[in-house]
T-cell receptor, first 110, second 112 residues
Framework: GQNIDQPTEMTATEGAIVQINCTYQ??????LFWYQQHAGEAPTFLSY????GLEEKGRFSSFLSRSKGYSYLLLKELQMKDSASYLC???????????FGAGTRLFVKA | DAGITQSPRYKITETGRQVTLMCHQT?????MFWYRQDLGHGLRLIYY???????DKGEVPDGYVVSRSKTENFPLTLESATRSQTSVYFC???????????FGPGTRLTVL
């Protein structure tokens, strides 16, 4: 079966750093996506990790450990506009199918 | 405008009625997807298509039908709508050369 786990909700303070974890157990693995989704809007792409390690893109970084089935998204210098849901998703082998986790709702408070 | 669009954006229908949700993309992307998003479940894949006239089932295909006669269009039909199909539906596409999915704005469907 396919299983992706991430926390349901997190709260953090403006200007702080927050780490959103994701663990996965899937029957195949090509890579791991992170998407951001604001309330009432479509998901938008943040990152795609294929190899182990940390990839940094501005205030956002994403980490992957394939052997542990683990990823995290790190958000630095939090801003109010970062309040959104963050979706962890596994790109499966054998095509372009992607399995999504339920998402983590992040609340950024002043 | 270039991009991926969905219509209608909001739809209310009754149990048993047939409903078609439209998806149109202007990039000529090969792959297109239909997802539904429900609280607590995240995005679940309904159907996907690798090219015109090539479609395949996803995780939750029951009660849905798709077609892809043209590369740019990928309609989703609920043959006989049920209340459990009340959801937000997202269409997405990728080019095939890169794996990022581009999502449409979504259709909020309510089945009474």
């Amino acid at each position: 079966g396919q299983n992706i786990d991430q926390p349901t909700e997190m709260t953090a303070t403006e200007g702080a750093i927050v780490q959103i974890n994701c663990t996965y157990q899937t029957s195949g693995f090509n890579g791991l996506f992170w998407y951001q989704q604001h309330a009432g809007e479509a998901p938008t792409f943040l990152s795609y990790n294929v190899l182990d390690g940390l990839e940094e893109k501005g205030r956002f970084s994403s980490f992957l450990s394939r052997s542990k089935g683990y990823s995290y998204l790190l958000l630095k210098e939090l801003q109010m506009k970062d309040s959104a849901s963050y979706l962890c998703a596994v790109h499966l082998t054998g095509g372009f199918k992607t399995i999504f986790g339920a998402g983590t709702r992040l609340f950024v408070k002043a | 405008d270039a991009g991926i669009t969905q219509s209608p954006r909001y739809k209310i229908t009754e149990t048993g009625r047939q409903v078609t949700l439209m998806c149109h993309q202007t990039w000529s992307h090969s792959y297109m997807f239909w997802y539904r998003q429900d609280l607590g479940h995240g995005l679940r894949l309904i159907y996907y298509s690798a090219a015109a006239d090539i479609t395949d089932k996803g995780e939750v295909p029951d009660g849905y039908v798709v077609s892809r006669s043209k590369t740019e269009n990928f309609p989703l039909t609920l043959e006989s709508a049920t209340r459990s199909q009340t959801s937000v539906y997202f269409c997405a596409s990728i080019s095939g050369g890169f794996n990022e999915q581009f999502f449409g704005p979504g259709t909020r469907l309510t089945v009474l």
